[in-house]
């Protein structure tokens, strides 16, 4: 295990480093837009392949992409509950913003640079059930809630969202590696070799990202709403995340199994939900403003709770 904190303050030298470049407009966030499509269809496929093809498969394992969805649900109904009285364009965009993690761009650099091939086992498993959590439930629920009143468009229809569902590289790559897995195919050494090179750049470009779109301009506009969302997700992630940390069996759960599935429960707002937000007409500010203090929160939670959980 690498020192904690070492990992940590390299990982806010290179979001630095990707925020100080966009102030001094060597890149823009445009600029992001692209880097953001590099990671997901090159970069991180090539994580997932290289980390869930040679995992060796453990029961316990499916118990994490399970939580996550089933984390996703519980967040969905209550934001269905407590904002069911609010103007449909505002209860959307609060649903939007409860469900799913940003848990590729952000935590895989954490967790490889911590616990490496070990961890990273655990923390692809969860973003597993968080690809189905976001572009699945997430998806549905932005669509369902649009300011845009869809009667009989392709947003509105699941044969559309299935579409979108079965483009996404990074789920896709799921099921390639667990093919490639549970049947034993042996890939030649130059495209391990290959995938490896690729997967290497993952952690370096994923943490430039989350500089360049992080911004500190946040307008007092709709705080009430915003602090609600991030209220809700952060309490009930911490309280649920923790007692599970203390309840699982510690002979049929380890305790890195169990520290990261409590740090998975407080990771940021899924980076989908910008793009999700211009798709289905949300207020794109209010999302930007939610994503990014939602980045600033985890960043401090996740690296007090390594510290007291497994130091």
Known sequence: MADVNLVFLLSISIVTIGYVIKKLKILQEKDGNVIAKIIFNITLPAVILKVTSTLDFDFSLIFLPIINILFGVLMALLGFILFRKYPTKIKGLMMMTLIGFNVAHFTFPIVEG???????????????????????????????????????GKKGDFKYVGIRILKSAPLMSYFIALIINFSGIILPIFVTDLIDLIARANSALSLLLLGIF?????????????????????????????????????????????????????????????????????????????????IIISFILLWVLILILDG
């Not at 616990?115 to 976001?134: K, L, V």
């Not at 992630?237 to 740090?263: D, E």
């Not at 949300?282 to 990014?292: E, F, G, K, P």
Request: proline share 3%; charged share 10%; glycine share 6%.
């Open 114 to 152: 911590i616990w490496g091939q070990q961890g990273m086992q655990f923390i692809a498993f969860i973003d597993a059930g968080n690809a189905i959590t976001i572009f699945v439930l997430c998806y549905i629920v932005s669509s369902i809630y649009s300011p845009k009143n869809y009667q009989g």
């Open 214 to 294: 992080l911004s500190f301009k946040f307008e007092k506009a709709e705080w009430i709403s915003i602090i609600k969302v991030l209220l809700i997700r952060y309490l009930c992630g911490l309280c649920i995340g923790l007692l599970l940390f203390f309840i699982l069996p510690v002979n049929q759960f380890s305790h890195l199994f169990r520290t990261i599935l409590t740090i998975s429960l407080v990771l940021p707002i899924g980076l989908a939900v910008i793009p999700f937000s211009v798709e289905f007409d949300y207020n794109q500010r209010i999302v930007t403003i939610l994503v990014n203090l939602s």
